[in-house]
């Protein structure tokens, strides 16, 4: 069950945190997995994945910009290759409020969190509608309910949504479907990197804080996603589609 075997697939953001994570799992499970990421460190992460017997190739590109998009998954598909998967989960995060976010930051989302999601579907749907395929989009449970000082980000992962559902619609006729998953808090090396930047030598008292706003008091792990990535990536998940999946302890239904 949930094997990959024969299937390609991009992950945007594949460097590190949950990008990383379903990258390895993919790759484990048999999949051919393309990283796509301006981090070099996701050319390590492909060299692990290879090195433990996977398939990968790690592939620096801004989503932002179309031309680079295209010309990778020109490249991609050169020798008559399909993509069975796409897992859109490159992204940003803005700590601020409607008062307190500059007009630079919310191109700087979009740019990245909307647009960059839409540009890889707009360069990968015309080579999955000759074969069928799956799309996975990475929302937040930010989407959803309301988090303080996360104007943008919300706004952002609202639009992720939005677009699930309707390329959902718009290629069920082609065998493609489309869904998503709204993580809540997960233990990436940004938690890390915010904590120390905004609360440092209390990263420890503030990383427990965070961790009990979720009724199940703790973070998720990156791997957590993973896997949940892996079965609505596979044939197993062959009647799921236009649907988001909250990973998130319970923070949704839970947090009165």
Not at 87 to 110: F, M, S
Not at 121 to 149: C, F, Q, R, W, Y
């Amino acid at each position: 069950m949930f094997s990959l075997k024969e299937k390609n697939a991009i992950v945007t953001g594949g460097g590190s945190g949950i990008g990383k994570a379903i990258a390895e799992v993919f790759a484990r499970q048999g999949s051919t997995v393309h990283l796509l990421d301006l981090d070099e460190n996701a050319r390590k992460v492909v060299e692990e994945i290879n090195a433990a017997g996977g398939h990968s190739f790690f592939h620096s590109c801004n989503v932002a910009l179309q031309p680079e998009v295209k010309s990778i998954v020109d490249s991609i598909t050169a020798a008559g290759t399909s993509i069975h998967i796409l897992v859109n989960n490159a992204g940003i995060a803005h700590v601020g409020t409607a008062e307190t976010t500059a007009e630079a930051d919310i191109d700087r989302l979009y740019n990245v969190n909307i647009k960059g999601v839409y540009n890889c579907l707009h360069e990968v749907i015309p080579v999955m509608k000759k074969t069928g395929g799956v799309i996975l989009n990475m929302a937040s449970i930010a989407s959803t309910v309301g988090i303080t000082d996360r104007f943008a980000y919300s706004m952002t992962k609202g639009a992720v949504v939005g677009m699930t559902l309707a390329t959902a619609r718009d290629y069920i006729k082609y065998n493609i479907r489309c869904n998503c998953i709204s993580p809540a808090r997960v233990h990436t090396p940004f938690v890390d990197g915010f904590l120390a930047k905004n609360y440092p030598g209390k990263e420890k008292e503030m990383f427990e804080k965070l961790s009990k706003g979720q009724p199940i008091g703790r973070m998720a792990q990156p791997e957590e996603v993973a896997n949940l990535a892996l079965y609505l990536c596979s044939d197993e998940a062959s009647f799921i589609t236009g649907c988001d999946y909250p990973i998130d302890g319970g923070f949704i239904k839970l947090n009165n």
